[in-house]
């Protein structure tokens, strides 16, 4: 069964530096997603990606915040100047298109920032 | 208002037991309803999309009622394997495809 695949599962880092977090969505998927969870707090929309641009993108994702889609197969999620704040496990999504938009969610990057 | 609501448990019950979950959500626009499950520290999973008209997949069994803006899940003959938390999901509008997620139900199945 296809799926969603994430790299590093897990990513330690210093305030202020910037980290990359990968993803290789489902191949015959359209649309990608970024979502992130702190620990014991629900997930959050980060963003959504369609046709090699952001469809939308939630009040977290500021302009430390970037996405892009390298090649036919990564989507990445840039963090420019990481904060403490920032520490979550965030997660890949995508999904086919058309309704009702089922996301299929990748096993996450556990993103802690000291 | 929460934009989706649901009563964070724990739910605990012995295994074969059947076990509702209930969830609201606020924005009458919403178009598409989920449910995932989530085991610890693990990435939120489809379990179902949930139909106006209900919808069955095996022991599970989710229904919608968009006039009081309600969704639920029912599990029957729970299995130990059914442990985890439980979240309701909604698309807001139909012209978004962001998904917002409730907090969350945990279920324990005891032996």
């Known amino acids: 069964e296809p799926e969603v695949t994430q790299t590093p599962s897990h990513q330690v880092t210093q305030m202020g530096q910037e980290v990359i977090l990968r993803c290789v969505p489902i191949?015959?998927?359209?649309?990608f997603y970024w979502y992130r969870q702190i620990l014991g707090q629900k997930v959050e929309f980060l963003v959504s990606f369609y046709n090699n641009e952001i469809s939308e993108k939630s009040e977290i994702f500021d302009d430390q915040f970037s996405v892009e889609r390298p090649d036919g197969s990564n989507f990445t999620l840039k963090i420019r100047s990481t904060k403490l704040e920032d520490s979550a496990m965030y997660f890949c999504a995508s999904s086919e298109g058309g309704d009702p938009y089922e996301q299929y969610f990748g096993p996450g990057t556990r993103l802690t920032v000291t | 208002r929460k934009e989706v609501e649901q009563d964070p448990g724990p739910f605990n019950v012995p295994e074969g037991a059947t076990v509702a979950f209930n969830c609201t959500y606020s924005n009458s626009a919403s178009q598409s309803f989920f449910w995932y499950r989530q085991d610890c520290r693990k990435e939120p999973k489809l379990l179902m999309s949930?139909?106006?008209s209900g919808n069955e997949d095996g022991r599970f069994t989710a229904q919608l009622n968009r006039a009081s803006q309600y969704i639920s899940l029912l599990i029957r003959d729970s299995k130990l394997s059914d442990s985890a938390t439980y979240l309701c999901v909604v698309n807001p509008s139909g012209s978004a495809r962001q998904l917002t997620f409730g907090s969350g139900t945990q279920l324990t199945v005891l032996p």
């Open positions: 191949s015959n998927h359209l649309y």
């Open positions: 949930v139909y106006s």
